[in-house]
């Protein structure tokens, strides 16, 4: 019981530390994309303490306070179910059978928690943020979890660690090969998810500059942004058991992730941004047939 | 073109002043009773249609304020000033809100600055620009504003007023600018 | 949200701690993205490859609550100076201000104007003066630097001073707003 425990708050420190410091890292590449200097990469742990030490004075009622609590407990909740390592027994936190749909719902639940608590905060750009970041999101858990559905019903296995177990037999088990199609419906769907350009819609800074979090501030922001990189390496690791076979070790799991990492990072700092009709368009019919595809082929 | 506008104020305005003529742009001066008429002719039978700009002078001097209406014919390029002298005290203006909407933007902004009434400006003492103005109007040349800068903001010294000239004219002699160089060649 | 008290004075901190804060404080400054003059064409610069802010960690944000420093870029009309104030109290504490150009130091070439204040000291408490007219995007990374350096030290107490003598302040600032409708503090 002290084992697991001490783990899962390993996991959560580890995923909080290296969540900041891909979120540095991704700062400064872009940064070098548009032929800048860029920040340390250090500077995320350097604003999180700056915030964490402002005063505080701003009220906006109970849901405003719960928000970034909520997001936090979705990414935790999704860091302890996914197996970290194959084969280390101490990183299987709490993975039990049928867990996928659990961990589709929970990733829903912390927008959900931060949608409530901006769209108390009252500003209106907060609020519109939030509707468009709920239409969005509609869309792209709609391929995202038809795309997991398809990888399960293929394997015959709900629980994550089965998937991951059956990924292990070289890189062509891998579900990138296995379910190409659905694959590249989830990979197109990871880019909303990190609000990468184009889909970024949600913060879109030149309009409603930077939504959600508009009205926090100091320390209520300072869990917000680790509630974000949490939330990040959880999606991270998830998607590197889902699609890439898991990781056998710790190097490999960094490796893994750093690279799924730099993907949106790549992509986000070359495009334009959709208008919501077309990010929502896009992502109803693309991502989402491509995921129908694997789906339909797996049961026949 | 234009001529068509000078002759339609030749017809129905015989007392007009041209002021200045170009091959797209007219400016008159009409008399003060007379500046409403113009205005709605210019709109409705020479095309003018478009109110770009209300703009005011303070004719101190002649005790007058002189307000010009810039009117644009888009379809045929063309540009017409109507101007007229209102006198300077307690000076009131038609309103053109009723023909132009846009135009009670631009006399709430005369208000402010001038102290000029439209009556018949829906939105007229609104505020604008400054809020809560209390003193004399600031656009108007009888107002000190460097005297109220200093009462109200204080403590800075008017700067110096120091003639390059007197310094340095004498060693260049005559200045080195087109106008220097003539008055050279002059001599 | 505000409410009508006074703010709380600020007590003595740990040293340590407070020495490491501000270690972080120094190198994470957010700006509020709020242009008053001509300065604010001078700050978008600082955000390209050319002059790159962002390796200092300064950032633009787009709300006070989220930000560290207020940048008074230029002329503050008095009409400006009420929102000004809003903002600035918004800001959670620790704040900084940086003023640009001559204009806050003097009143530079609108010295006498009669919308502009003069000296700016009187109704905010300033951090870091850039001179010029406009300071370019290097005097105005100096100036940051200088307001980094001061942080570091200690020194940066422009927010407490506000906060002790808000009396002063407010005295200076009803008595060039006249239509003083702010609440006692904005929170
Ligand atoms: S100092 Fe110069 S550039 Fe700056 S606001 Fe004043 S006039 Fe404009």
Redesign the pocket.
């Known amino acids: 019981m002290f084992a697991n425990f001490s783990s899962i708050a390993l996991t959560i420190l580890g995923a909080l530390t290296w969540g900041l410091l891909l979120g540095g890292i991704s700062r400064s590449v872009t940064a070098r994309i548009h032929g800048r200097m860029g920040p340390r990469v250090t500077q995320n742990f350097i604003d999180l303490w700056k915030l964490f030490r402002k005063t505080s004075s701003i009220h906006h009622g109970g849901m405003f306070w719960m928000a970034p609590m909520f997001r936090i407990t979705g990414a935790i909740c999704v860091l302890i179910m996914v197996p970290l390592v194959v084969g280390q027994n101490i990183t299987y936190n709490m993975s039990f059978a049928g867990d996928v749909f659990l961990l589709i719902y929970i990733m829903f639940f912390g927008c959900l928690g931060m949608a409530l608590g901006a769209g108390n905060s009252g500003h209106p750009y907060a609020v519109i943020a939030v509707s468009r970041g709920l239409a969005q999101m509609s869309s792209y858990e709609l391929s995202f979890s038809i795309a997991v559905v398809a990888i399960a019903v293929g394997l015959h296995t709900f629980k994550i660690e089965g998937i991951v177990a059956a990924q292990q037999a070289g890189i062509t088990s891998w579900n990138i090969f296995r379910f190409p199609f659905a694959s590249a419906g989830a990979l197109l769907a990871f880019l909303p998810m990190q609000m990468a350009y184009p889909f970024g819609i949600v913060l879109a800074p030149q309009e409603i500059p930077i939504g959600p979090p508009t009205e926090y501030s100091s320390r209520m922001l300072s869990f917000m942004f680790s509630g974000r990189a949490l939330f990040g390496v959880a999606k991270l690791i998830l998607f590197v058991s889902l699609l890439f076979g898991g990781a056998s070790s710790w190097l490999g799991l960094f490796v893994k992730t750093f690279l799924l990492y730099m993907y949106p990072v790549v992509v986000s700092s070359v495009f334009p941004r959709f208008r919501t009709e077309q990010s929502i368009r896009f992502l109803w019919f693309i991502p989402t047939t491509l995921a129908l595809v694997d789906l339909v082929r797996v049961m026949l | 073109m234009i001529d068509k506008v000078k002759n339609g104020f030749e017809i129905r305005f015989p007392l007009y002043k041209l002021v200045r003529e170009q091959h797209n742009y007219l400016h008159v001066k009409v008399d003060m009773v007379s500046a409403m008429d113009a205005i709605v002719m210019a709109k409705t039978s020479l095309g003018h249609n478009v109110l770009q700009l209300i703009s005011t002078v303070d004719r101190i001097e002649d005790g007058v304020f002189q307000i010009t209406w810039i009117l644009e014919n888009y379809g045929a390029c063309t540009v017409l000033l109507i101007s007229a002298d209102f006198p300077r005290e307690n000076c009131l203006v038609p309103s053109l809100s009723q023909i132009w909407p846009a135009a009670s933007a631009f006399e709430r902004e005369i208000f402010e600055m001038y102290g000029i009434s439209f009556p018949g400006n829906p939105r007229e003492g609104e505020d604008f620009l400054l809020e809560s103005w209390k003193d004399t109007p600031p656009m108007r040349r009888d107002f000190e504003t460097e005297e109220y800068a200093m009462r109200v903001f204080g403590e800075r010294q008017p700067r110096e007023h120091i003639d390059p000239r007197q310094y340095v004219g004498d060693i260049v002699g005559e200045w080195n600018t087109p106008m220097g160089r003539k008055r050279k060649e002059e001599k | 949200m505000y409410c009508n008290q006074p703010p709380e004075k600020p007590g003595n901190k740990k040293e340590l701690l407070e020495k490491i804060t501000n270690m972080a404080r120094a190198n994470s400054l957010w700006v509020t993205a709020y242009g008053?003059?001509?300065?604010s064409i001078?700050l978008r610069p600082l955000g390209t490859s050319r002059f790159d802010m962002e390796r200092f960690g300064i950032a633009m944000r787009p709300t006070p609550r989220q930000a560290d420093v207020l940048i008074i870029?230029?002329?503050l009309a008095t009409k400006t100076l009420k929102r000004v104030i809003r903002v600035y109290e918004q800001i959670q504490d620790p704040k900084y201000i940086i003023a640009?150009?001559?204009?806050?130091i003097n009143g530079?070439?609108?010295f006498d104007s009669y919308n502009t204040l003069n000296v700016l000291d009187k109704y905010l408490p300033v951090d870091v003066y850039v001179m010029?007219?406009?300071?370019r995007p290097e005097a105005i990374i100096d100036g940051f630097s200088l307001l980094m350096q001061k942080i570091k030290d200690g020194r940066a107490h422009g927010w407490k001073h506000y906060k002790e003598n808000l009396d002063y302040y407010r005295e200076n600032q009803k008595k060039i707003i006249t239509d003083w409708d702010l609440p006692d503090y904005n929170w």
């Open positions: 008053t003059g001509c300065g001078e870029s230029g002329y640009l150009g001559s204009c806050t530079g070439m609108y010029g007219c406009m300071p």
